[in-house]
């Protein structure tokens, strides 16, 4: 089975909170958070590694992530604004040299 | 991270090899060159990557020139399921992936 998302798509209103889940590929360690938006295009999230988070891009701190001793993982936005209305992806990898397979994503509408 | 220049668009015929170009002439090194595509509103899908050498599975052909400032991707049977987004894109140690604006591939029956 490859990545899998949930939910698959999510209705939220401007100061609300939204926890979004990831399911890495069976056997990998790492997974990735990415934001796609028509405008901004595909951009960085956050990587963890063995429940540690290996990297972080230039999102403020309403974006925070963790991973569980599964590789499973979630991510949370609090405090939602309207951009941040967007397909959010999770990719994961066996390792961190190795190529990540992209989830479906999680469609989050704020309103 | 090296940036990538795709042609916006092409158009191949069903059954045929469809090639994709890309443009990476500030690659470095221990880049790699990728390739992901994706179907409007799914998540990008892998297709194959290459550091100097060419490659090939499943999917498609990777060709890298010797010099390793550009590359073509070939889908060597073209089908209308192949219609999408095709992101070339250079991956260092990063890995923070960025997808420019890709080529969309239509094929047309």
């Known amino acids: 089975a490859g990545v899998t998302q949930s939910p698959t798509h999510l209705i939220k209103t401007r100061g609300q909170q939204v926890t979004l889940s990831c399911s890495p590929i069976?056997?990998?360690?790492?997974v990735s958070w990415y934001q796609q938006t028509p405008g901004q295009g595909l951009q960085f999230l956050f990587e963890?590694?063995?429940?540690?988070?290996?990297n972080k891009g230039n999102f403020p701190g309403r974006f925070s992530g963790r991973q569980f001793s599964n590789s499973r993982s979630e991510m949370n936005v609090s405090t939602l604004e309207l951009g941040d209305s967007a397909l959010y992806l999770c990719a994961s990898s066996e390792g961190l040299d190795n190529e990540q397979f992209f989830g479906p994503g999680t469609r989050l509408t704020v309103l | 991270d090296a940036k990538t220049t795709q042609p916006p668009s092409m158009d191949c015929a069903e059954g045929r090899a469809a090639n994709l170009p890309c443009n990476h002439s500030t690659i470095s090194g221990n880049e790699y060159v990728y390739w992901y595509r994706q179907i409007h509103s799914q998540g990008p899908q892998y297709i194959i990557h290459?550091?100097?050498n060419n490659e090939t599975n499943e999917m498609a052909s990777l060709i890298i020139t010797e010099d390793r400032k550009s590359s073509t991707l070939i889908l060597p049977h073209a089908t209308l399921r192949d219609t999408a987004v095709y992101y070339c894109i250079v991956v260092g140690s990063a890995r923070q992936l960025t997808f420019g604006s890709g080529t969309q591939l239509t094929v047309l029956p």
């Open positions: 963890y590694f063995s429940e540690t988070q290996r």
């Open positions: 069976s056997g990998h360690r790492s």
């Open positions: 290459g550091l100097k």
